[in-house]
């Protein structure tokens, strides 16, 4: 049976991008078990594709082929509460291909360097100032939790967006479960050991690894913070932040850390990754904001990774209703 029978198309925004007449092929290609001959090229040329087509569905159904034999807890149900709708969703392929992920690269093709990074057995340690602490593998995290799929805003500090549905469950119900102390005032996601990243980039000696982002404990209980295990209706493929990372909307990029090993609770704020390197351009805080350029650059707009269309920066990134009280003093 095609792949893309199985789910229902809104959870195939990648495929509703590609041509119809690519999709037909890849559809037919993938049914007579003969991917393996158009990765190689061979059969692309026989079946017409282009080589940018081909390689472009095979890369596609590739992550969808891992993404497939996964995991019980997805697909999840969409939350229709979190709607976006003056925008596109942007294209899966574009969403897998273009990436920030420093343990790996300063550039963007993180993709093709996650490949040998072995993610598996890997625990969520969640600590510090609670009643409850407590170690998660991400199978008793999918039990703990029940995921849902929101469609959200990304928006990253250097200007470039997506429109992406996520699944995970909000920071919220990790802390009633854990329970934090009168003492804990902010939340620190600490990423897994870049040692871990082996075989990629050697990091400079100001680099301050591991990559640690925190939130005030308010900021973590807005029902918007969400703890991440999926995208795209399957599990985070690596170059997104495999297996369980933080996504905010209404902050640049740079605070959702990825492929969380620690979330910690704390008395006092954290030194964070990207304000301890260049404290002039990264702020805390970093809620997106048009009227606030960075020092190098204006934030007025963004361009969307997948269509590469640009428009309007919105104000905390279109989610002011929801969380501008949290910085009403
Ligand atoms: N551990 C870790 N987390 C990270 C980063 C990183 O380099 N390392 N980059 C951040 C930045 S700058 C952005 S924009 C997003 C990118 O997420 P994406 O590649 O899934 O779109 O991850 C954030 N989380
Ligand atoms: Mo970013």
């Known amino acids: 049976m095609p792949i893309i029978h199985r789910r229902p198309s809104w959870q195939l925004p990648g495929l509703r991008e590609t041509p119809p007449d690519v999709l037909e092929q890849w559809t037919k290609v993938n049914r007579r078990g003969l991917l393996r001959s158009l990765v190689a090229g061979g059969a692309a040329a026989a079946l017409g594709l282009s080589g940018e087509a081909a390689h472009a569905a095979a890369a596609l159904f590739q992550d969808k082929k891992k993404a497939d034999s996964g995991s019980p807890f997805f697909p999840a149900e969409r939350n ?54 407590t170690t998660f593998d991400m199978d008793e995290l999918g039990k703990a939790f029940a995921y ?44 897994f050991d870049h040692k871990k990243a082996k075989g990629t980039r050697r990091a400079t000696a100001s680099e301050p690894w591991p990559y640690v982002e925190a939130l005030t404990i308010e900021e973590a209980s807005n029902d918007l913070a969400m703890i991440v295990t999926g995208i795209y209706g399957h599990p985070l493929p690596k170059q997104h932040g495999a297996p369980v990372r933080l996504i905010v909307p209404w902050k640049y990029g740079f605070k959702s850390g990825k492929s969380l090993a620690r979330i910690e609770f704390v008395s006092s704020r954290p030194a964070t990754f990207w304000p301890t390197i260049i404290p002039a351009e990264y702020d805390f805080l970093a809620n997106v904001n048009p009227a606030k350029p960075h020092p190098r650059w204006s934030q007025a707009t963004e361009w969307d990774v997948g269509t590469k269309a640009r428009r309007q920066t919105l104000p905390f990134n279109g989610y002011g209703d929801l969380v501008a009280s949290l910085y009403a003093g």
Do not use: H
């Open 80 to 133: 229709a509460e979190f709607r976006v709708d003056e925008r596109p969703l942007t294209d899966e392929l574009a969403a897998s291909r273009f990436n920030n992920f420093y343990e790996f690269s300063t550039g963007k093709r993180v993709a093709s360097l996650v490949k040998d990074w072995d993610i598996s057995g890997w625990k969520l340690d969640v600590a510090g100032l609670v009643n409850e602490p």
């Open 148 to 191: 849902e799929e929101r469609l959200y805003r990304f928006r990253c500090v250097e200007t470039w967006a997506m429109t992406v549905p996520w699944t995970g469950f909000p920071l919220k119900k990790l802390m009633d479960r854990v329970k934090p102390q009168a003492g804990a005032k902010f939340v620190k996601f600490v990423s």
